[in-house]
């Protein structure tokens, strides 16, 4: 995991080809201006997905796995908390190949503030709990950036 402001972003570069590209597409766009749904930075290879949601309380999330790709995750309206497991306790819901992923139950976590001008990066089988009210639930205007590894 790593958790930073959007203007350090660019010093995570050389990590990756794709997550090069992400950084570079991040630092070149503004990111209020983009469509809901799917946008394509380099195919399936780097995609961004900007959605709208309302945070939940925290027994209502799951600790999400993905094998295929690293999420790069930024709140554009709203606050929510993200948290990182520890050691995976067992499979939720198994997970799919197909669509990468699936849930596990962690026991220890970690929890960050996301909120405007901070992102975190989960890397590919990283569990991480995205959508966690901070404080009361509310709405949530964020994007992912989803980076094969």
């Known amino acids: 995991m790593i958790y ?5 972003i660019g010093e995570y570069r ?7 590209r992400a950084i570079d597409f991040l630092e070149n766009t503004d990111m209020e201006r983009l469509p809901s749904g799917r946008t394509e ?17 925290e027994t209502q999330a799951d600790f999400e796995v993905h094998r295929k790709y690293m999420d ?15 050691t995976t306790e067992g499979e939720k819901f198994p997970y799919s190949e197909e669509m990468d ?5 962690c026991e220890k976590k970690a929890a960050c503030l996301l909120g405007r001008g ?32």
């Open 118 to 149: 901070r992102f975190i990066l989960c890397m590919a089988g990283e569990p991480h709990k995205p959508g966690v009210a901070a404080g009361e639930p509310g709405r949530l205007k964020k994007c992912v950036i989803k980076v094969r590894v």
């Open 72 to 86: 790069i995750q930024i709140d554009l309206e709203g606050m929510e908390e993200i948290q990182i497991g520890g």
């Open 41 to 57: 930075i380099a195919g399936t290879d780097c995609f961004i997905n900007v959605m709208e949601t309302v945070t939940k309380e």
């Open 101 to 105: 992923f699936g849930t596990v139950l």
């Open 4 to 8: 930073d402001t959007l203007d350090r």
């Open 14 to 20: 050389g990590m990756g080809e794709w997550l090069d």
